[in-house]
């Protein structure tokens, strides 16, 4: 008898699933298949005293659980099970081995240092106890072993570069979910272990997220998340089949307001609720069925960021967690100053888009793609202050957290990672990307009654005019953080800020 122990990471779906699929077919008809997943408290609740964050906020926490719920049910249709333990996978898989069996364990391979430490932890466990142990790649569109380098090796050092050379590499097709029967679960479920075998964790009284740390659901939230892959499909169905809305991504991507001005799916697939490959040969299959145009060029290649992110990982290792990223640019001499860090993050920078932005993010866990790239821009070259303080302030708020994504992004927009360096004017980009404010009013209601010409620099009224839409700068609003660029010169002061940014990096521009 085989028994094939199949540790659950960043793959929560059935569909389209290189580990479930490798389970299946492994090792004949004589086999008990056994899916788990760990709710590892050091990706959860633990603290990062340095950044002042914790790993997991609530928000993203509860996706997590409904994620895992909806893969129960997906796996209990197919005649499985999905075990939940609290415990560290490596205390707790080698718990799992049979004496009786010929034991493998099976999982799909990470690439960012914590959790290579985990999975280092886990394999030594079982080896000690005489189990094997298989990884399996599977969270990418383009399969590692098709590229045509080896990216642990080697990587263009840019996007555009990346894009050129893996033209024509082939997506592999979408895997068959699993059949019914085909991963049999011990027959006496419940004898394995009573405890994790009915087991859906509370946030709160087992995860042990306070209970007033959830905040209600918000009316202004962009989309309604909600975990597991069930919800993921119905909103690719919806984004591509439905609506169509596809097929206007170039001209509506950069929007700030509203559920289809980009896809939304990101949450889903940073736990792998969603396959990438599914999402990519979908969009070709619309492509084929209605339009190629564009936009939908336009979102697949901002779908293959998300394999370049990570193989960039792959490629630099903890590299790219450094203080000044992987060129080591430390002329950028970071501060640390807690005052302005706490004021970007909860939205009291006294610049209405940035806190807008960072409100939204607080309160539903999304902040769309422009607003990432612009409060990053804004605390790291604008307030110059260290860029980690913001990546794991996001790693905390975003429910879409992916680490490479995440970390990724941040070392673009703080000027320390591949490509060209963008700087971002702020109040430009809030006059471009919410030109009637409708949005900074949305999340910043002080500014309500601010009119439309004064709202992208509140500072700039008239006294008389504050006095009289009852916005006085300084008491109902904050005045702006100090920065040149925006404070002592109006917008006018970009260009010499720019400058500044310019003479230190020869490959910058700005917008
Ligand atoms: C500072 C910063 C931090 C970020 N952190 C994360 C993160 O933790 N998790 C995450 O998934 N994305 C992150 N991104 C990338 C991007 O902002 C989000 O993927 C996107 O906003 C998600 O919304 P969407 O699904 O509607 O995307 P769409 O615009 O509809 O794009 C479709 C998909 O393409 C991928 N994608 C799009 N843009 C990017 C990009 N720039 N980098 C990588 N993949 C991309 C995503 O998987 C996305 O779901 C970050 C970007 C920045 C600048």
């Known amino acids: 008898m085989k028994r094939i122990i199949v540790w659950l990471r960043n793959d929560l779906r059935v569909h389209d699933n290189p580990v479930l699929d490798w389970a299946a077919k492994y090792g004949g008809k004589t086999k008990e298949i056994l899916p788990v997943y760990s709710i590892d408290p050091r990706f959860t609740t633990r603290r990062v005293e340095k950044y002042d964050?914790?790993?997991?906020?609530?928000l993203r926490a509860r996706f997590l659980l409904e994620t895992l719920e909806n893969l129960r049910t997906n796996l209990e249709a197919l005649g499985s099970h999905l075990l939940i333990t609290l415990e560290k996978p490596e205390d707790f898989l080698p718990l799992l081995i049979s004496e009786n069996a010929d034991n493998t364990l099976v999982y799909q391979e990470e690439i960012c240092k914590e959790e290579l430490d985990v999975e280092k932890a886990v394999k030594d466990a079982m080896a000690s106890k005489k189990a094997k142990v298989q990884g399996i790649w599977g969270s990418t569109i383009y399969h590692r072993d098709d590229l045509p380098f080896k990216p642990a090796e080697y990587l263009p050092h840019?996007?555009?570069?990346?894009?050129e050379?893996?033209?024509g590499t082939r997506v592999r097709a979408i895997l068959p979910t699993p059949k019914k029967g085909e991963l049999a679960f011990p027959a006496k479920k419940n004898d394995l272990i009573t405890k994790t075998s009915s087991f859906l964790p509370d946030l709160v009284?087992?995860?042990?997220?306070?209970?007033?740390?959830?905040?209600?659901?918000?009316?202004?939230?962009?989309?309604?998340?909600?975990?597991?892959?069930?919800?993921?499909?119905k909103r690719l169905k919806e984004y591509l089949w439905d609506t169509k809305a596809v097929a206007q991504y170039a001209l509506t991507r950069n929007q700030l307001l509203g559920s289809n001005y980009s896809s939304k799916l990101s949450p889903w697939l940073?736990?792998?609720a969603l396959s990438p490959r599914q999402i990519y040969h979908e969009t070709r299959k619309f492509e084929d069925k209605h339009r190629k145009n564009e936009s939908t060029k336009v979102f697949v290649d901002e779908l293959f960021w998300r394999d370049f992110n990570r193989y960039w990982c792959m490629r630099y290792g903890t590299k790219v967690f450094f203080?000044?990223?992987?060129?080591?640019?430390?002329y950028y001499d970071w501060k640390t100053n807690m005052d302005i860090i706490n004021r970007w993050r909860q939205g009291k920078t006294g610049m209405p888009l940035i806190d807008a932005l960072m409100r939204d993010m607080n309160a539903t866990g999304f902040m769309p793609n422009r607003g990432r790239m612009v409060v990053a821009c804004y605390l790291t070259m604008d307030l110059k202050q260290d860029w980690r303080y913001g990546a794991h302030y996001f790693e905390e708020k975003l429910i879409d957290h992916d680490v490479q994504s995440n970390y990724g992004g941040?070392?673009?927009?703080?000027?320390?990672?591949?490509?060209r360096v963008l700087v971002f004017n702020s109040v430009k980009q809030s006059r471009d990307f919410d030109k009637n404010g409708e949005y900074i009013k949305s999340w910043v209601p002080e500014l309500k009654r601010v009119p439309t010409e004064y709202i992208h620099e509140p500072?700039?009224?008239p006294l008389t005019l504050q006095v009289a839409c009852k916005t006085k700068i300084g008491e109902d609003y904050p005045k702006p953080i100090a920065c040149e660029k925006y404070v002592k010169t109006g917008s006018a002061g970009a260009g010499a800020a720019k400058k500044v940014v310019k003479k230190r990096s020869k490959s910058a521009s700005s917008d």
């Open 323 to 330: 203080e000044y990223g992987i060129y080591d640019r430390t």
């Open 270 to 272: 940073a736990l792998g």
């Open 53 to 58: 964050t914790q790993k997991c906020g609530p």
């Open 165 to 167: 050379k893996t033209e």
């Open 205 to 233: 009284k087992d995860l042990g997220y306070p209970k007033d740390s959830l905040p209600p659901q918000d009316p202004r939230a962009c989309y309604d998340f909600k975990g597991g892959e069930d919800a993921g499909l």
């Open 158 to 163: 840019i996007y555009g570069k990346f894009r």
């Open 410 to 419: 941040w070392a673009f927009s703080s000027g320390i990672g591949p490509g």
């Open 459 to 461: 500072w700039t009224m």
